[in-house]
């Protein structure tokens, strides 16, 4: 399963934008995107709301299959 810092990567990277263009779209520094793309920080939701919009989709669908992978192994002990 792909994490959200890789995802986050790859659409970036995918359409053509450096780290500093989506920084500066997301009201960040570079380097706070660098952390974000390399998992030493947590994408909080409020960027999310803000990333361009192809971006966007491929991160919001990581976090939905990785919530749904959450939730399958939290069922698997319900019992």
């Known amino acids: 399963m792909m994490t959200v810092s ?10 053509g934008l450096t780290q500093r263009e ?4 997301l009201g960040i520094t570079a380097q ?8 030493r920080r947590t994408m909080p939701e409020k960027y999310i709301e803000r990333l361009p919009d192809v971006i966007r ?5 990581v976090l939905t ?4 992978a959450e939730l399958a192994e939290l069922q698997k002990w319900a019992y």
């Open 6 to 15: 890789s995802a986050l990567r790859a659409a970036r990277t995918e359409s």
């Open 22 to 25: 989506v920084a500066a779209a």
């Open 32 to 39: 706070y995107m660098s952390d974000l793309e390399s998992g």
């Open 57 to 61: 989709r491929r991160v919001a669908s």
């Open 65 to 68: 299959e990785s919530k749904l």
